[in-house]
């Protein structure tokens, strides 16, 4: 589909006269009118500002003409999975795991590889030949090639281990000490918990990447600890396999 297509069809499901569509903007009327009929395509910012409004990439804004993946873990792009920089834009460079609220989420490539490969497993692909794909294929990208122009790692791990020690002096019983945080995007992980009034409540944001893991019970069994943390919060709960009758254990403000 062509740029001045896709415009008319979101604005149309927005329920946007072109006019309203000029305001938020910043143009004119007949400016949009003009990429409507393709006589002109909006300029670079305004593709920004489209982008944001319409809550779609300029990559599909302009009609698909590349095929993106993230250029930390390789992973195809789409708009549901791709990250947004702090002010709500989209970064068209990398995942929403990889990448969440101005954070770059790995900084050591086995740290990453040992997360794809547990995604990425199945019977007709070992873990060995996953592991041997990732292992090739991610110095090729952009994020390894240039890792060490790209952001304070020391700082961000130094975040990281605080959350390790924060999670291990809870002292849980029946749950393993902490040693890893992976990022988990908040809809694979907002389970929904009964309160003892009967309601149920969930705690997180869908939209949100979080520091997290899974860990297997001391006690045996098929019970998991699962365990998520951001800036403000320490999140313990335990649940059947696949997230099954999941049970709050601790929310505890930092």
Known sequence: ????????????KKG??????????????QAVSRW?????TPNTETLKLLSKLFDVSINTL??????????????????????????????ENYCKWCY???????????????????NMASENFSSE???NYMKDMLPKLDYWKHYKYLDDADKFEEFKQQLIREFNDLNIEGMPKVTKLNALVGAYIN?????????????????????GNQLECEFGG????????????LLVCTYDEYGANPELVIYKKR
């Open 62 to 91: 302009l009609g698909s003409p590349r095929q993106l993946i993230c250029q930390c873990c390789g992973m195809p792009l789409e708009d549901s999975n791709t990250s947004r920089e702090t002010d709500g834009f989209f970064n």
């Open 191 to 211: 389970l929904e918990y009964r309160l003892p009034n009967g309601k149920t409540v969930k705690f997180l944001d869908d939209n949100t990447t979080y520091l």
């Open 129 to 131: 030949q996953a592991y």
């Open 36 to 40: 409507e009929n393709g006589e002109t």
């Open 16 to 29: 946007m006269s072109q006019d309203e569509l000029a305001e938020k903007v910043f143009v004119t009327r």
């Open 100 to 118: 969440a609220d101005g954070e770059y989420m790995y900084h050591n490539m086995d740290d990453l590889i040992e997360v794809c490969v547990k």
């Open 222 to 233: 098929n019970r998991c600890f699962g365990i998520a943390a951001n800036m403000e919060f």
């Open 1 to 12: 589909m062509e740029t001045k297509n896709i415009i008319l069809e979101l604005r149309t």
